[in-house]
């Protein structure tokens, strides 16, 4: 397709300049660049070289800037080098506007649910309920003398025993916080 063939859009032809036949580059030139490749972004030395025309890195650099602040092409700096698009009043850069985007979801990942607080304190619950029966089974076992421990097996079935129920303590803090409204915001602990 050739550059005269290209059409310019309505909402980029009333930002644009008219055409000045005096300068080696013009906005127009520029603007139908954009349109004739399916890049979503250029640089300015990408730019340059596909314009196909002598023209030095600072005009095409000049004619980007001037269409940035025209709100033709969006701007940035990225890497030490500039990178321009079309800032299209339908879409949001880098997502071209022919591009459907996929609707927010409201559903949780496993990954955000696991970072819920309530979450994490039933795992903690539910680890120190383990960790309490095993010391309870060790305290029980020592009862029966099939080995000693420097703690008595009455002291270890103690602490397993109250490491248990603090577990389910735990447990049931959670259930509760679980049960709150959605209203909470988990995003912000």
Do not use: C
């Amino acid at each position: 397709m050739a550059e005269h063939d290209i059409e310019i859009p309505d909402w980029i032809e009333s930002r644009i300049d008219s055409p000045n036949n005096e300068r080696s580059l013009t906005q127009r030139g520029v603007v139908k660049e954009f349109l004739r490749d399916a890049r979503p972004f250029y640089s300015i030395t990408r730019l340059q070289a596909e314009i196909k025309k002598e023209v030095s890195k600072d005009t095409v650099r000049s004619r980007a800037g001037e269409l940035h602040e025209r709100g033709v092409l969006g701007h940035e700096e990225i890497n030490n080098g500039d990178v321009y698009w079309l800032k299209h009043p339908k879409s949001e850069w880098p997502i071209p506007p022919d591009v459907e985007v996929e609707p927010k979801r409201n559903k949780l990942t496993v990954e955000e649910w696991q970072k819920r607080p309530y979450v994490r304190f039933a795992a903690g619950s539910v680890f120190l309920a383990i960790i309490g029966t095993a010391v309870t089974l060790v305290g029980t076992f020592q009862t029966t003398g099939a080995y000693q421990l420097p703690f008595s097996a009455s002291n270890l079935i103690a602490a397993g025993l109250s490491a248990g129920i603090i577990s389910y303590i735990g447990l049931f803090v959670s259930g509760l916080v679980w049960l709150l409204p959605e209203s909470v915001d988990y995003e912000r602990f």
